[in-house]
Nanobody, 124 residues
Framework: QPQLVESGGGLVRPGESLRLSCAVS???????IGWFRQAPGKEREGLAI???????KYSNAAKGRFTISRDNTGNTAYLQMNSLKPEDTAVYYC???????????????????WGQGTQVTVSS
């Protein structure tokens, strides 16, 4: 049974950085990981995807400030967030979908496995 567990959220001031982690287990082999967030009253939005081969894709909301990565084992994925703004306040989720494709789209994660989320609050 696939399982994803996020950690690393917290309260930070505007301009600071935060790194989220996503512990991944239970996938049979190849898995693409995505990071998403949902702010109160807003729809969930995709931020970044990393494929099993290491290709990355970013949404406009994440481009330039956020970086997705994964360790060599593929068991942990990260989201490095820099220059955080109050509008980045949200619950952040990681999700996994079993695929070896180098092209992964946001909608594929709708049928994937999700973590429970970690709260990120950016406030002075």
């Amino acid at each position: 049974q696939p399982q994803l567990v996020e950690s690393g959220g917290g309260l930070v001031r505007p301009g600071e950085s935060l790194r989220l982690s996503c512990a991944v287990s239970g996938f049979t082999r190849y898995v693409a990981i995505g990071w998403f967030r949902q702010a109160p009253g807003k729809e969930r939005e995709g931020l970044a995807i990393i494929t099993s081969g290491g290709s990355t894709k970013y949404s406009n909301a994440a481009k330039g400030r956020f970086t997705i990565s994964r360790d060599n084992t593929g068991n942990t994925a990260y989201l490095q967030m820099n220059s955080l703004k109050p509008e980045d306040t949200a619950v952040y989720y990681c999700a996994g979908v079993a695929t070896h494709s180098s092209v992964v789209v946001w909608a594929q994660f709708n049928s994937g496995s999700w973590g429970q989320g970690t709260q990120v609050t950016v406030s002075s």
